[in-house]
């Protein structure tokens, strides 16, 4: 049964506090620094960074390709067996482990480099979907928003504090700097196993460890929740909707994730202070964005905030696409001398208000439409939804640039967030809400299993 209170205060500040830290290597390593460092120092294949940029793609598409692989089924294991909490301590031990090794990469060691980033990657997006399968525990269905938004805005304050740290004390991204940029990795890491401990003090493993049948294993365990699940997909038609629409959301948000800021060096060639405001304005608006979608979504429902923060991405995507344009347009019409760089910074208020806001309401909607006896399982499945997404944009967009440069492929993002508005439209959810909350299975669950 969904619970009907709130869990104490405590524990929901200890689950907030896991993207307050988590946040510290999404942005340092994926957004603003390494994905920088990688293309330009690292690989440094000036002066358009293509095959910097295609490797990129690759070593991010091969950690998501493998936790659409692994998620389903550890999210059956967990479910199954009780074990949430310690599969997501392992994801986050590894995670600070290999993040922290990217410190010993040297300029030219592209091979390392990118072994690094795949293990951390992964370790750190399986990790998601572990600590969002504790959503439904934390309270009512109608408070799942900003619940879920108060993590994600937690989160960029969590990113704010630990990249501007970074950006005042390391300095730039260049080969002359790379001896003290280097230590973005120990610091990331450093951050994430700091921040993540109220996480493991005050959060609770609720569910219930089931005995294992003879002669099965916890693997071949989960594998059997997997086909039972599977059985009875159609009954979730609703959530069904929503993954396909994740899908196309978040190949477009993870284009933008890791391909902002390069875009802003390759394409706008900012100045080093505008990098700098860019990084504040969009950690800013997310958080607003994040936390003020969520208390909306409880007054007008998941469904219609989510569409509502995709139509928010397509003002985005144009502001970005259009910025020379746009600076060109403001000096003809309006008599300004803007530099494109600052008409930029206005794309990135749309961006980041879409960015906060969209994530945190998609997770917020699959919490309603999710049974709580498969939270950790159907969390796994919308993991590997935006995991599969990710290597779709990121191969999509490597192959685009390369093959047409980053300022026109950016326009690739547009149609994805189209698609996603487009497929969630048959979405109901009150009927899949009701789904969700009358969901019964047996202990062991067979083929002939039925609701």
Known sequence: MTPTRLAPKREIFGWAMFDFANQAYTLLIITVIYGDLFTRVVVGDAPDYRTGNLLWSISLAISYLLVVVANPVCGAVMDFSASRKRFLFASYLLTIGATAMLYFVEPGWIVPAMLLIIVSNFAYAIGEGFIASFLTDLGPRKALGWISGLGWSLGYVGGLVATAFT???????????????????????????????????????????????????????????????????????????????VFFAMAGIYIIIAFSFIYGAQVIGWDEQVRVLMFVTVQITAALGAIGFGFLQSAIGARTTYIATLMLWLLAILAIWQTPNITVLSHAWLGVNWQAQYVFLFAG?????????????????????????????FFGFWSMTTKLAAVFGMLG???????????????????LFVLAILTVLPLQEARGSDMAESWQEPDHPSSDDKR
């Not at 490597?398 to 950016?410: S, V």
Request: glycine fraction near 10%; charge should be positive.
């Open 167 to 245: 950006l005042y004390f390391l300095g730039e991204v260049s080969l002359e700097n790379y001896g003290t940029i280097r230590y973005v990795g120990p610091f990331a890491a450093g951050f994430f196993l700091l921040a993540a401990i109220p996480t493991f003090v005050f959060l609770r493993e609720r569910g219930k460890k089931r005995s294992l049948p003879a002669g099965q294993s916890l693997l071949s365990a989960g594998f059997g929740r997997l086909r039972h699940t599977w059985q009875h997909l159609p009954d979730f038609r609703d959530l069904r909707t929503l993954l396909l629409s």
């Open 349 to 377: 208020v749309l961006a980041g208000a879409s960015l906060g806001a969209s994530q945190s309401a998609a997770r917020a909607l699959v919490g309603v439409l999710t049974p709580n006896l498969k939270a950790a399982e």
């Open 397 to 415: 967009l490597g192959l685009m640039q390369w093959a047409f440069g980053l300022a026109d492929a950016i326009i690739f993002c547009l149609l």
